[in-house]
């Protein structure tokens, strides 16, 4: 009889697309939600900067959750943090073409599907490079206290 149980180990392996896609889903969750129309030229900065606040803040927590929580190395943690940025922004730009064509901008903006392949590479690649970044200084700082 076969034993159809999965591993441990093959379970972990698909735990980090599940956090992944979980942590993705804040991205566009933020993105729509502070666009909101402010009610003010000072509100609407305000808006901005909390936005980009909570945006870190969740990125910064999946670093976190990468180098202390799952060990990874950082060139796998930061892989996996930037792939929920760029899953994040493919979701953002999806919202946004859906909510062109529902408002009938879709005929004005014929370019909008390019938002699919721009957004997930303006912010996955730069998310991977600040990611590896951060976690080689962690690893690093978490190397020499060791010694």
């Known amino acids: 009889m076969m034993n159809h149980r999965k591993s441990t ?8 697309l599940r956090t992944a896609a ?3 889903l804040v991205y566009p969750i933020v ?5 909101l129309p402010p009610s003010s030229h000072t509100t609407a900065v305000a808006w901005r900067l909390a936005a980009w606040l909570v945006a870190a803040l969740t990125f910064a927590i999946h670093l976190v959750y990468e180098h202390w929580r799952l ?7 930061a892989f996996h943090a930037s ?6 922004a493919v979701l953002l730009a999806t919202w946004i073409i859906a909510r062109g064509y529902w ?3 879709a005929q004005q903006r014929p370019l909008a599907p390019l938002a699919l392949v721009i957004f997930p590479v303006a912010a996955g690649v730069p998310a991977f490079l600040a990611g590896l970044g ?6 690093w700082r ?3 206290e060791a010694k």
């Open 9 to 16: 180990d093959e379970t972990g392996k698909r735990a980090w």
């Open 22 to 24: 979980l942590v993705a």
């Open 31 to 35: 993105g729509v939600v502070f666009s």
């Open 71 to 77: 060990g990874n190395s950082p060139i796998r943690g």
């Open 83 to 88: 792939a929920a940025v760029a899953l994040g």
């Open 103 to 105: 408002s009938g901008l």
């Open 134 to 139: 951060v976690l080689t200084v962690l690893r």
């Open 142 to 144: 978490q190397r020499s």
